[in-house]
């Protein structure tokens, strides 16, 4: 019988198999997946930046071993800038390394190698605050240039910008801003020697915009792909720049989803541990709809680790967390923390955002992954899939302490074209779905219902008893009926609990309506108690290979595992 683990005084529970956890690292994602393991800063090569858990707190007592060989240096152990719990170890790799898989060894005790990393040739242009972009020197830690706008003239695909550590005021007349840009539309990359632009393992670096984007890719009849962008600190000081991390602008989404015009699409673009602070001055503006980060027309974009909070406390605020908006495909948003969000629209929005729905009838944002978030201290639903949304999986995802008087739901399904194939599972949301009001855990429809639900191993928690397990703003309680014996919602193996209402027409094999018997989550502790229904009671079936399940499995019905089991 599998059961969750408890990690004290932070907001999740531990991974599966806690015995295990405790006594094995294990890896959840990389920064960089290649590099040079020469040149740079003695020699040594590319920084590499592992995050997870069970990394211990003694780098004296950690090996990181590369392909066949160990890492030359350990630069950091401590907590990421994305979820509070994921730890970030950073080295850098030396000549000893290879291509091949990456391992983490704690005092004898190895971690997963489902992680690779590939050695190929990069060159090394450190920017500094102390640096000059008229005397800084490629490979050379010592001569740092000053700017990334000056450097990106320099690059070729698979080199590395290094940025050191400090505060970077973006208008302050120093920056070389372009376009009100700290770096924008920078040379490509390529799939095999993607370019890099991070933070120095180990240095504190925070940009500080004004009227300012920090980075912009793609736009004025230019693409941009093949990039990493990790390591940095964002403290916002006001708002008008709008969204901060800008990945991929189209002229006319309506055109492009319509197949009318050529547009410049942004490709395989890794963005990793970005720590975004509002300092309750800013994050999203007012009436604007501009986001913190902001995903448009693009293929394999991943957003790990970063995290949002303290935004400004404006009722009028307009904007989302993170926006998937215009036509892209496999993007993937897991591991980040977004919190103390006191006002927004949806937080996580999938939206193709074209001009009265020309473009929503078709599956144009799809093959899209939302996992392994924490969301919580926030207004605005949580996570919304809107207008021609198709294939999605939300999981693995902790949702508690949304309190909104304007939104009735918690997981709104909007699905406006009907496109929406949706996979809810491995969820845990403690929530009230509409402060003041009946709203609705699951929201169903907009101009159009789902084209079909999927819900395992979630863990459904109302906290106002007037609210419903389902709904619709859109749709009567007959229609959303109709739909719902027509076969379009698969459910099995999910507790509900707090709801005045039975459980849904919909519940299948194992419902349980049961309180969970959840550690404190008052608190932030979602563990399950000892005797807690749900421990042995859920059922994983669907084949994935993450990051918090111990390689692929895939399992029938009659295996018990447990209920949201990867909180």
């Known amino acids: 019988m599998w059961r969750i683990g408890v990690v004290a005084c932070i907001c999740l529970s531990n991974l599966l198999f806690p015995a295990l956890v405790q006594s094995a690292p294990r890896i959840f994602y990389t920064d960089v997946e290649s590099g040079p393991n020469t040149g740079g800063e003695n020699n040594n090569g590319a920084y590499l930046s592992l995050f997870g858990k069970g990394f211990g707190t003694d780098l004296t007592q950690i090996k990181v071993y590369v392909g066949n060989g160990e890492v030359s240096r350990y630069m950091y152990l401590g907590p990421s800038l994305g979820r509070p719990d994921v730890q970030q170890l950073s080295v850098q790799l030396g000549q000893a390394t290879s291509s091949g898989p990456v391992k983490v060894v704690v005092n004898g005790v190895s971690s997963n190698t489902d992680h690779t990393f590939t050695v190929r040739p990069g060159n090394f242009y450190f920017i500094s605050l102390t640096g000059s972009d008229s005397n800084g020197a490629v490979n050379d830690v010592t001569h740092p240039f000053r700017t990334p706008n000056y450097v990106k003239g320099l690059i070729s695909p698979g080199d590395f910008l290094v940025v050191r550590g400090g505060t970077y005021v973006l208008d302050d007349g120093t920056n070389n801003i372009s376009n009100s840009t700290w770096l924008r539309y920078p040379p490509n990359g390529t799939a095999a020697s ?9 240095e504190t670096v925070i940009v500080k915009p004004l009227n300012s984007w920090i980075w912009l890719w793609a736009g004025d009849g230019t693409a941009g792909s093949h990039w990493v962008i990790s390591n940095f600190n964002v403290l916002y000081v006001n708002c008008t720049a709008g969204s901060a991390l800008l990945l991929s602008t189209v002229t006319t989404v309506s055109d492009v989803c319509l197949g009318n015009q050529v547009a410049h699409k942004l490709t395989d673009i890794r963005a990793v541990n970005i720590n975004f602070d509002g300092q309750n001055l800013g994050g999203m503006c007012a009436g604007s709809g501009d986001s913190p980060v902001n995903v448009q027309y693009s293929d394999h974009v991943k957003v790990l680790g970063v995290s949002v909070h303290d935004t400004a406390n404006n009722p009028n605020e307009a904007g989302h967390v993170i926006y998937l908006a215009a036509v892209q495909n496999a993007t993937e948003v897991g591991w980040n923390a977004l919190w103390n969000i006191p006002h927004s629209r949806a937080v996580v929005q999938v939206h ?132 719902i014996k027509g076969g379009n919602v698969t459910s099995a193996n ?68 447990d209920l949201g089991a990867n909180q």
């Not at 459980?503 to 969970?516: D, I, K, Q, R, T």
């Not at 399940?549 to 018990?560: A, E, L, Q």
Request: aromatic fraction near 12%.
């Open 494 to 561: 999910n507790l509900w609990y707090g709801s005045r209402s039975a459980m849904p027409s919909f519940a299948g094999y194992h419902e349980l309506n049961v309180n969970p018997q959840l550690v404190n989550p008052r608190l932030g502790n979602f563990a399950l108690r000892g005797g807690s229904p749900a421990i042995g009671a859920g059922c994983l079936i669907l084949q994935r290979k993450d990051s918090l399940s111990h390689g692929d499995k895939t399992k029938g019905c009659n295996d018990r595992v």
């Open 352 to 483: 193709q955002d074209s001009f009265g729905g020309a473009c929503w009838g078709q599956k144009f944002l799809t093959d899209i992954q939302i996992h392994d978030n924490l969301l919580h201290d926030l207004a605005g639903q949580p996570i919304m899939l809107d207008g021609g949304t198709g294939d999605i999986q939300v999981y693995n995802n902790l949702i508690y302490n949304v309190r909104d008087v304007t939104y009735s739901d918690i997981f709104s399904l909007r699905a406006s074209g009907g496109t929406l194939n949706a996979s809810l599972y491995n969820n845990t949301a403690y929530a009230d779905a509409l402060t003041g009001g009946q709203g609705f855990m699951l929201g169903f429809g907009s101009a159009n219902l789902p084209q079909h639900v999927t819900l395992y191993n979630n863990i459904f928690y109302l906290t106002d008893p007037q609210d419903l397990w389902y709904g619709s703003d859109w749709f009567s309680t007959d229609q959303v009926a109709a739909w």
């Open 194 to 202: 993607p370019n890099t632009l991070m933070g120095y393992p180990g």
